[in-house]
């Protein structure tokens, strides 16, 4: 059974950084793209980035330039390194395979809150 455990979310001012780690358990983490998602209150989860097995990586629109995701295969870990945050960013962030693929099970995911 593969685990996504998701931590690194916060309260941070606009303009600040954090640091989004998932740890991946149960599965060959290598094999695969993976992915960071998130949900703001009241819309659908929307995808954010994606790194692909060699380490190439794709960003949506609004966060190319502040966002910044990388893997450790040994690790089994993604994160995603945010800068430049603002009240747009503030959601639930996730992690998982990337878009199309069959996902594994969603994890708790980890809050960032955007705010002065």
């Known amino acids: 059974q593969v685990q996504l455990v998701e931590s690194g979310g916060g309260l941070v001012q606009p303009g600040g950084s954090l640091r989004l780690s998932c740890a991946v358990s149960g599965s060959i983490f290598s094999a695969y793209a993976v992915a960071w998602y998130r949900q703001a209150p009241g819309k659908q989860r929307e995808w954010v980035a994606t790194?692909?097995?060699?380490?190439?990586?794709t960003y949506k629109d609004s966060v190319k330039g502040r966002f910044t995701i990388s893997r450790d295969n040994a690790q089994k870990t993604v994160y995603l390194q945010m800068n430049s945050l603002n009240s747009e960013d503030t959601a639930v962030y996730y992690c998982?395979?990337?878009?199309?693929?069959?996902?594994?099970?969603w994890g708790q995911g980890t809050q960032v809150t955007v705010s002065s």
């Open positions: 790194v692909d097995i060699g380490g190439t990586s």
């Open positions: 998982n395979k990337r878009q199309g693929a069959v996902y594994w099970a």
